[in-house]
């Protein structure tokens, strides 16, 4: 069993960044994939960021070459470097992982981008 915490979310300007961060802990040594999922008010969650085990990634076309996902083994922790944010990028950001026939998600950290 994967437990997931992110943290890093914030108010911040349009314009602005911020580093998400979600730490891994439990049964992580059979993680397929990790992804940041954004939920807007409102909205249905999406998926923004994928990074599979081999180290390939893939981005939603909205935050492409603004937000870059990556990884630190030894911390066992996942990032979201977001860069030139939009209020439309307000939202909950959810972390996931997939372990097997399970995924898991963490509790989501808030992003607030103000005008």
């Known amino acids: 069993q994967v437990q997931l915490m992110e943290s890093g979310g914030g108010l911040v300007q349009a314009g602005g960044s911020l580093r998400l961060s979600c730490a891994a802990s439990?049964?992580?040594?059979?993680?397929?994939?990790m992804g940041w999922y954004h939920q807007a008010p409102g909205k249905q969650r999406e998926l923004v960021a994928l990074l599979a085990s081999g180290g390939s990634t893939n981005y939603a076309d909205s935050v492409k070459g603004r937000f870059t996902i990556s990884r630190d083994t030894a911390k066992n922790t996942l990032y979201l470097q977001m860069n030139s944010l939009k209020p439309e990028d307000t939202g909950v950001y959810y972390c996931?992982?997939?372990?097997?026939?399970?995924?898991?998600w963490g509790q989501g950290t808030q992003v607030t981008v103000s005008s």
């Open positions: 996931k992982a997939v372990s097997g026939a399970f995924g898991s």
């Open positions: 439990g049964s992580i040594f059979n993680i397929g994939v």
